[in-house]
């Protein structure tokens, strides 16, 4: 019985940016445009993150949310977030049922429990329905009547929420939107990709995405692709950048701008470093190298620090956007020893 | 396969040195121009301010001398301390990684590579390596395959140069407005000392020792002069000296300039041209034995001339050094005359008052105030006040007061428009209008009156302007002057 052939670290990184190439060539095949969003979306997947996806209905987001789940092989489960939708109709309840003509309580799974889970405008719910979410995305797992339930690796929150629509809504809390390691912002097509759209959703065709996994192999495939991310190496400087990112970002912090101080309750919290970090593994991945570069933080500011930023009232009147924030502060930046 | 740490290592070597010399170069232009000004500071002076007729007192040239000097040492002292600091800082193996990264492109895999295998920590970043590490050496190590530290980073001179022109230029500025704040013209001295150092230099460049010895006498008699530091008897010693020696050596060169001109006349043409040398050397010491025959002649024309030429130069010597004989007596005469320090009472010379109200010394005459100036009369004096002046000192007055106290200052004193200026003028404008009536024409044949167009005109459109128009509201500002003494009449 011979060994498992031992693979080689630029074998593993090949593998990665196989896997990854062939994901968003799959999503796309289905999704017109949103390249950004596509990726970010797959980049939270292997970071082992979830992400908030903002914009009007009709773009395509529950469908993106489906079909790079499909691409993948992994179980998706869909939830509606309504007013009246309880957490026990997310996290799933104890049931009476009867074997062998003795009464059980039995577990009954939510909608959770799956690989990847669509929260569909997440901010229609109440907040204690929202609170339910929040172990499931932190801590893997859900405890019902004392006892917890382990989610099954990998585990995707994919939320949605209309940024129109706010009457009825509870905007969620800032403590779970900081558990969301992006949020991405769905534009409208462009002239373009609505004709691409029309001609793929309207005519004889259907486009479906292949499955790159089986569905049992899967998750154990994925997870070797994240513990994979985890082992790219960071450089003191880049993390020196990134401290300072932070830093720039927080009100009356230390390297704070002016913009910041002036329009911003509160900064990122340290998820947000974090966050920065994850998404510049995986962005050096992708280029093929095996440590972090001051493009691949600057790449991941956006998504990963845009909703850790709470505005104040003058912001708010003077419509003064976290992205411009942002900006601002990336532009300032000076990169160390550069 | 190349090690990159040790590429790393020969980049940090390089911009070690690098850094070293650029920061030491930023103060060597300085140093080298202060220096170089200090050494050539005599030739500076001679190009410029002696040609403009001015001097720099030696003592001052000196000083100015050494400053440049230290000034120079200190620049010099400096750059090895800038050169040493750059080479320390330059040291750190990040810096060097972040800047060989930048120098490759290498997207930060040289700087995370330094940092986890800094050679001088050997734990350094072990903890942080992965299983991906031999990737990132390997890739690292592609980076670095062609990397040449010396051609990387090239050491450019010209903008430590340019940045240390400034200093260089400032240093000159400096010297430049130190010269042109301490040069003065020179004193009669001075010039007497300057013309016999010129005398002395044209001897002493002929080649005879006994020149040589006279200039050497003139030149010490001219530093003596110009010395402040050394009495005037003394100088009048080493004049005397000079002259003296002049005396001999003039004596000497008619005895040999008799005899060379005898020699030169006997034995013409056949030893001419010794004769003709020695008068080259100095006024015809004809040692007397020539060679050429035929030269005779023209040999001797020679000597006639030169020797006429350096009887002149020793009469122009012995002129300038009884110059400065008379020139030093005279002074030294004026000073015994002048009133001493303490003895200000008992001299003849005015000196400055500090109350310009005061009266002069009661011995020195003053027709002014006995003739012209205005007195006070009995009424003033019982009026007068007795009480100080202004600035506490009592005026005793009686030789009549000409001490305005300050001068009036001319403001707001072009009230009009000049002619062409301002808006256009209307009759209403004017102040008075001069009219000029033509002449009447008497014929006797009767005839008419007819208007002459041929009378003159005024050249000046109008002779009073009106006042411009931001003057009109305001006071003029000239205000009259009391004399001081009657101010507090006044007041």
Not at chain 1, 41 to 53: D, E, S
Request: include cysteine; aromatic fraction near 4%; hydrophobic fraction near 40%.
């Amino acid at each position: 019985m011979g060994a498992a052939p031992q693979i080689t670290p630029a074998e593993r990184v090949a593998d990665f940016q196989r896997v990854f190439a062939r994901a968003e060539a799959e999503v796309s095949k289905v999704i017109v445009g949103h390249q950004d969003v596509i990726r970010k979306t797959l980049t939270a997947l292997f970071a082992g993150g979830h992400v908030l996806i903002e914009g009007v209905p009709g773009l395509g987001k529950t469908l993106m949310c489906k079909t790079a789940s499909d691409a993948l092989g992994l179980s998706f489960k869909r939830i509606q977030f309504t007013p009246d939708l309880m957490p026990s109709d997310i996290v799933g309840t104890q049931v009476l049922t009867e074997v062998d003509g003795r009464r059980e309580f039995h577990f009954k799974p939510g909608p959770i429990f799956a690989h990847v889970v669509l929260g569909d405008e997440i901010n229609r719910a109440t907040p204690k329905t929202q609170s339910a979410v929040l172990e499931a995305m932190e801590e893997r797992q859900v405890t019902v009547l004392g006892v917890t339930y382990p989610l099954e690796p990998p585990f995707l929150v994919l939320a949605t929420q209309n940024p129109i629509e706010l009457e009825g809504t509870y905007p969620l809390p800032e403590a779970q939107m900081d558990r969301f390691l992006f949020k991405v912002v769905m534009g409208s097509p462009k002239p373009e990709e609505l004709r691409e759209i029309l001609n793929r959703t309207t005519g004889a065709v259907t486009h479906l995405a292949e499955t790159i996994f089986p569905a049992s192999e899967a998750p154990g495939a994925i997870e070797q692709l994240k513990a994979l991310v985890r082992e790219v190496m960071v450089a003191e400087p880049i993390e020196r950048y990134v401290i300072g990112i932070i830093g720039a970002c927080t009100p009356n912090g230390p390297g704070a701008i002016p913009e910041v101080s002036q329009y911003l309750r509160f900064g990122p919290s340290p998820r947000g470093a974090q966050a920065l970090i994850l998404c510049a593994k995986v962005n050096a991945l992708l280029d093929g190298r095996v440590s972090v570069s001051y493009e691949d933080v600057a790449d991941g500011v956006m998504p990963a620090l845009r909703h850790r930023l709470l505005r104040n009232f003058q912001a708010e009147a003077e419509n003064v956007s976290t992205d411009s924030i942002l900006d601002q502060a990336l532009k300032r930046l000076k990169r160390p020893r550069a | 396969m190349v090690n990159p740490i040790e590429r790393i290592v020969a980049a940090r070597r390089r911009l070690m040195q690098v850094a070293a010399l650029r920061a030491g170069l930023i103060l060597a232009f300085p140093a080298v121009t202060a220096l170089v000004l200090a050494a050539a500071l005599d030739l500076i002076g001679v190009a410029t301010w002696e040609r403009l007729g001015y001097v720099l007192a030696p003592a001052i040239l000196a000083e100015l001398r050494i400053a440049l000097t230290a000034v120079g040492i200190a620049a010099l002292a400096g750059c090895a301390a800038m050169a040493w600091r750059a080479w320390r800082a330059a040291g750190d193996l990040m810096n060097t990684a972040e800047r060989v990264d930048q120098a490759v492109a290498g997207h930060q895999e040289i700087v995370t590579l330094a940092g986890l295998a800094d050679p001088a920590d050997s734990t350094a970043g072990g903890a942080q390596r992965t299983p991906l590490f031999p990737l990132l050496w390997r890739r690292a190590a592609g980076y670095l395959e062609r990397f040449d530290p010396k051609r990387a980073f090239l050491f450019e001179v010209r903008p430590p140069l340019v940045r240390s022109l400034p200093i260089a230029a400032a240093i000159l500025v400096v010297l430049a407005a130190v010269a042109l704040a301490l040069v003065r013209p020179p004193t009669p001295e001075q010039l007497q000392a300057r013309r016999l150092r010129a005398a002395a230099e044209q001897l002493a460049s002929s080649p005879s020792a006994i020149d040589k010895e006279l200039a050497s006498k003139i030149l010490a008699a001219a530093a003596a002069l110009e010395n402040p530091a050394v009495p005037a008897p003394e100088k009048l010693q080493r004049l005397a000296d000079a002259m003296s020696e002049l005396e001999r050596h003039q004596q000497s060169s008619h005895a040999n300039a008799s005899n060379g001109s005898n020699g030169a006349k006997g034995k013409s043409g056949g030893k001419g041209s010794g004769a003709g040398e020695a008068q080259g050397e100095a006024q015809g010491r004809g040692q007397g034995k020539g060679q050429g025959r035929n030269q005779g002649a023209g040999a001797n024309q020679g000597q006639n001339s030169n020797g006429a030429r350096g009887n002149q130069q020793i009469v122009e010597l012995q002129n300038d050094l009884s110059k400065a004989q008379a020139q030093i007596e005279a002074a030294a005469g004026a000073r015994n005359n002048a009133p001493r320090p303490g003895q200000g009472d008992k001299g003849n010379a005015l000196k400055p008052g500090k109350n310009p109200n005061e009266k002069g010394p009661s011995q020195q005459p003053d027709s002014m105030a006995q003739g012209n100036s205005p007195r006070p009369d009995a009424f003033a004096k019982g009026q007068m006040p007795s009480s100080n002046s202004k600035n506490g000192k009592r005026d005793k007055g009686g030789s009549g007061d000409t001490h305005l106290g300050e001068f009036p200052v001319a403001e707001n004193f072009q009230r009009f428009y000049k002619p062409g200026e301002g808006p256009a003028i209307q009759i209403r404008d004017a102040r008075y209008v001069v009219f000029r009536l033509p002449t009447e024409v008497v014929s006797a044949s009767g005839g008419k009156l007819v208007a002459d167009s041929n009378r003159p005109l005024a050249s000046v459109p109008y002779a009073n302007a009106p006042l411009k128009q931001e003057r009109l509201d305001t006071t003029p500002q000239e205000r009259q002057l009391v004399p001081p003494r009657y101010r507090d009449l006044i007041r």
